[in-house]
């Protein structure tokens, strides 16, 4: 059983319906004779339902094109990280035993 103390803890997971079961028995009881713990649970189920219906909105149009005018930005700033990207992509880059970069062209040629 859920000593009172802790029944004061279990109000946010009572709200969300997270208790265990064996405990959930003793959080009702405490909630039926301690009206600032039912005051609580109540906010937190009201949040709860804000959040949710915050979370399922889409994003509005201005904050979308403003999120997505950002992005070239980002790409311009990684533009020096392409030479790796293109030795990657291609095959041309692997590495040795020792985890040092090599060329993977035809034997003796290229670095290490």
């Known amino acids: 059983m859920v000593r009172a103390q802790a029944a004061h803890h279990a109000t946010g997971a009572y709200a969300l319906d997270a208790v265990p079961d064996d405990e959930l028995p003793s959080v009702k009881a405490h909630l039926t004779q301690c009206p600032d713990c ?41 533009r020096g990280h392409s030479a790796w990207r293109r030795l990657l992509a291609t095959g ?8 040092r ?12």
């Not at 005051?39 to 994003?59: D, I, N, S």
């Not at 970069?101 to 290490?112: F, L």
């Open 38 to 78: 039912a005051r609580e649970v109540a906010e937190f189920r009201e949040t709860a339902a804000r959040l949710a219906v915050a979370a399922a909105e889409p994003l509005r149009a201005p904050l979308r094109r403003q999120i997505l005018d950002s992005l070239p930005d980002l790409d311009r700033r990684h």
């Open 92 to 99: 041309r880059f692997r590495l040795s035993a020792a985890g």
């Open 101 to 112: 970069p090599r060329s993977a062209g035809p034997e003796g040629e290229g670095p290490g």
